[in-house]
């Protein structure tokens, strides 16, 4: 269960990771591109490609 007061709280910052520096974005980008293909009935690639 959420804690409510999370909802509550101010936020002051937001935190834009353009270049990858804080997190990879490698296999979330490479997922979608995988289902965008799957759902137009296009062969999936390998993540690394």
Partial sequence: MVDSRV???PTDYYI???DGTISDPKVGIARSINFALECHDFESK???E
């Fill in 7 to 9: 909802d509550k709280l």
């Fill in 16 to 18: 834009f990771d353009l």
């Fill in 46 to 48: 390998d993540e690394d």
